[in-house]
């Protein structure tokens, strides 16, 4: 039987319109299978769950039961619901689990990493100094033999002129001559104290990278007794260099050769340092 398609009223065969709302009969479609309530009055086929009829409003004796809506939005998961997805979860994190195991676990044919702090790092110093050259080492010897705060004193600056001379050819002996020139200074200073002494240790803690603090430290313990001492004074004008303090190393420097004497030692080298910063691009 057809059906009008303005408003789902069943039509006669012949009908030239539809006699509920007057759609002309040539717009007139198939009538599906009712899947609704089919009024008795007028023919119109309400949807299920109907308890009057949409078009007329005569009540409908028996309304057949409304099928069940799916919704399109989002619903809160049933209770087996939520059980499948806990199962589906649990299965996924042991799939992760046993991939980040074959990724991340170590081989057993794999070469061990090297540590984060072994890697880049310097080859430790052996402990202790090698001798001196001959003549060198039997004058050291007599000087510590002394056991006084001079032959200390004496001993280390054989040492010390060791590691001087071998920093480029030998850095690693170098290193281990002036350890052991620390150790105759502070020995030297155990018996008294001696700015000069403390200058001559921190020139040597210089080539020690295990303390790079030291050399400041003893130096400004020498000019906090003694604010005037100029190779104190040229030494921490030189560590002010190394991290790029050049205005603040100036100044020490020149401070250094208007008060020492002409032609000392120390002033010498303060010029010498000032030519260099006059002759740098930078300057």
């Known amino acids: 039987m057809p059906a009008c398609s303005s408003c789902g009223a069943a039509l006669a065969p012949d009908a030239p319109a539809c006699d509920l709302c007057g759609t002309p009969a040539d717009a007139r479609e198939p009538m599906a299978a009712p899947t609704g309530a089919t009024c008795a009055a007028c023919g119109h086929v309400s949807p299920p769950g109907s308890r009057f009829c949409n078009a007329c409003g005569t009540p409908i004796a028996e309304p057949i039961a409304a099928p069940p809506v799916e919704r399109t939005g989002e619903r809160p998961p049933s209770d087996a619901g939520k059980k499948g997805l806990l199962v589906v979860g649990i299965g996924l994190a042991a799939v992760v689990a046993l991939y980040l195991l074959t990724v991340v676990a170590p081989r057993p044919d794999a070469t061990p990493e090297p540590a984060a702090d072994a890697i880049g790092a310097a080859a ?16 050291a010897d007599r000087f510590a033999d002394q056991g006084t705060a ?3 004193y004496e001993s280390g600056r054989y040492y010390l002129t060791a590691a001087f ?3 480029q050819s030998d850095p690693t002996s170098s290193v281990r001559w002036a350890r052991r020139a620390i150790e105759d200074f502070e020995k030297s200073l155990a018996i008294a104290e001696s700015p000069a002494v403390r200058v001559a240790l921190a020139e040597a803690a210089t080539f020690d990278p295990s303390d790079p603090m ?4 003893e130096l400004r313990a020498v000019l906090d007794a003694d604010p005037g001492n100029l190779d104190a004074t040229y030494l921490l004008a030189e560590r002010r260099m190394m991290i790029g303090r050049v205005d603040s190393a100036r100044v ?3 401070r ?3 008060e020492a004497p002409p032609g000392s030692p120390v002033r010498q080298r303060a010029e010498a340092a000032l030519a260099q910063i006059a002759a740098s691009p930078t300057q």
Do not use: H, K, M
């Open 256 to 258: 250094v050769v208007a």
């Open 252 to 254: 020490a420097f020149e």
């Open 124 to 139: 430790p110093i052996p402990p202790g100094a090698p001798p001196l050259p001959d003549s060198l080492q039997v004058a």
């Open 165 to 167: 001379n071998s920093v």
């Open 214 to 217: 030291r050399p400041i430290q």
């Open 150 to 152: 001079s032959g200390w």
